[in-house]
Nanobody
């Protein structure tokens, strides 16, 4: 079993920055692919960014250039550094993990999910 716990969410003004963390615990770390998804009220869950074992990264177009995904393999922590935040970034952010190789912003491929952390961008 793998547990994922997000932290770092909160209220930030437009143009501000925030860094989210996702700590993984359990017997096995999802080394195949780790990702961030988000879900705004009334909308479906969308992929934000993903990183594979080799460090290959995929970003959703709307966050490219503003968000940076990274991971500390030694500590089993996934990060999402968010800069120049916009009101439309407001959502519940979830981290997700997958053991198998293959890293895509597709919700169905991830077996492990955290509880989420709320990010609100408002002035």
């Amino acid at each position: 079993e793998v547990q994922l716990v997000e932290s770092g969410g909160g209220l930030v003004q437009p143009g501000g920055s925030l860094t989210l963390s996702c700590a993984a615990s359990g017997y096995a770390y999802p080394t195949g692919c780790m990702a961030w998804f988000r879900q705004a009220p009334g909308k479906g869950r969308e992929g934000v960014a993903a990183i594979d074992r080799a460090g290959g990264i995929t970003y959703e177009d709307s966050v490219k250039g503003r968000f940076t995904i990274s991971q500390d393999n030694a500590k089993n922590i996934l990060y999402l550094q968010m800069n120049n935040l916009k009101p439309e970034d407001t959502a519940m952010y979830y981290c997700a993990g997958r053991h198998l190789a293959g890293c895509r912003l597709q919700e169905a491929i991830f077996a492990y999910w955290g509880q989420g952390t709320q990010v609100t961008v408002s002035s």
